[in-house]
Every structure is written in C-alpha cells, then in structure tokens.
C-alpha cells in the first residue's frame, strides 16, 4: 500500500513536469506574439508609416494618441490614457470596452500570460 502511494506521487510529479515542459515548449517570444498579432496594423517604429494603425515605437508612459501625422480617432486623441502595463493590458483584452469608439477593430485570441508578456516587452517595462 505504502508502494503503492509512493508510485502514485512520483507519477504525478513526472506529469506536471511534463505538462510544464510542453507549455514551455508552446510559449511564443514577444516579438512572435507581436508578429502575429499586431504587426498586421502596427510597426514598432517611432514615426508615422503606411500602417493602419499608428507605430507603436518608444510607447512607454507615453500619451495615447500622439504620434505626429497620424489620424487618430477622436476618441483616442481625446482619451487622455498614458500607455502603462495596465492601460496598454485593458487595451489589448477589449479595446472597445476600455474605450468605446477608436478605430482599432482588435478581437484578442491572445492568452493572459501572452498578453502580461507582449505588454511588458512593448512598454519595455522590467
Ligand atoms: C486590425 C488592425 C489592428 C490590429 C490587429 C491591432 N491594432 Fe492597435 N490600433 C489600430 C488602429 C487603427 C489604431 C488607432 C486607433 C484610433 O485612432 O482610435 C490603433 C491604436 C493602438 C494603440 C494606441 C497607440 C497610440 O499612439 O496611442 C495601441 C497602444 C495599440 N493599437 C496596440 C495594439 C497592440 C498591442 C496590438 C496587438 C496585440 C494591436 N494594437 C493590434 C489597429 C490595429
């Protein structure tokens, strides 16, 4: 019996050894992330290219809606949002309802952790 437990506990050490070796294996790099999906819209540089949306370059703590030669929507113009870890986070998980009315059209299939990764590589936050 007392075998028995022992086997039992070992066994399921190794499966949540292995289930984290597999997600470890599976978790995108934040520039993969970014590539996928943002880059359809977004370049990482600090001017105004030929994107849909506007570059996303040295966006730490700045003021939202302020790349120079972009045309912004009024609301994000007007917005007032600093771009920090939660701002830029309750952005990225539902655009409209963090702020009704932009013209970013974003349905996020990214996961929490992806999300948590993807900001704080963007903001170049530690
Ligand atoms: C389908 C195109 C599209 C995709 C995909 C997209 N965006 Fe956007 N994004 C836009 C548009 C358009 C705007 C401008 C919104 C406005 O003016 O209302 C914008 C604005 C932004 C802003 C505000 C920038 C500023 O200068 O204030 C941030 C931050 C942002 N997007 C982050 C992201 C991130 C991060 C992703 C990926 C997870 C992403 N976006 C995916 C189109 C997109």
């Given at each position: 019996?007392?075998?028995?437990?022992t086997?039992?506990?070992?066994?399921?050490?190794a499966?949540?050894?292995?289930?984290?070796?597999?997600?470890?294996?599976?978790?995108?790099?934040?520039?993969?992330?970014?590539?996928?999906?943002?880059?359809g819209?977004h370049?990482?540089?600090?001017?105004?290219?030929?994107?849909?949306?506007?570059?996303?370059?040295?966006l730490?703590?700045?003021l939202?809606?302020?790349v120079?030669?972009?045309?912004?929507?009024?609301?994000?113009?007007?917005?007032?949002?600093?771009?920090?870890?939660?701002?830029?986070?309750?952005?990225?998980?539902?655009?409209?309802?963090?702020?009704?009315?932009?013209?970013m059209?974003?349905?996020?299939?990214?996961?929490?952790?992806e999300?948590?990764?993807?900001?704080?590589?963007?903001?170049?936050a530690?």
């Amino acid at each position: 019996m007392k075998v028995c437990a022992t086997t039992r506990l070992l066994f399921c050490f190794a499966l949540v050894l292995a289930v984290e070796v597999v997600q470890a294996e599976k978790a995108l790099p934040e520039a993969q992330l970014f590539a996928v999906a943002c880059a359809g819209c977004h370049t990482l540089s600090e001017e105004t290219d030929h994107r849909i949306g506007p570059p996303l370059g040295n966006l730490g703590h700045r003021l939202a809606g302020s790349v120079v030669n972009y045309e912004y929507s009024e609301a994000l113009a007007t917005s007032g949002i600093r771009w920090t870890v939660p701002e830029l986070t309750a952005w990225i998980i539902d655009t409209d309802a963090r702020l009704p009315e932009t013209s970013m059209v974003y349905s996020n299939a990214l996961t929490p952790d992806e999300i948590l990764r993807l900001t704080h590589w963007l903001l170049k936050a530690p």
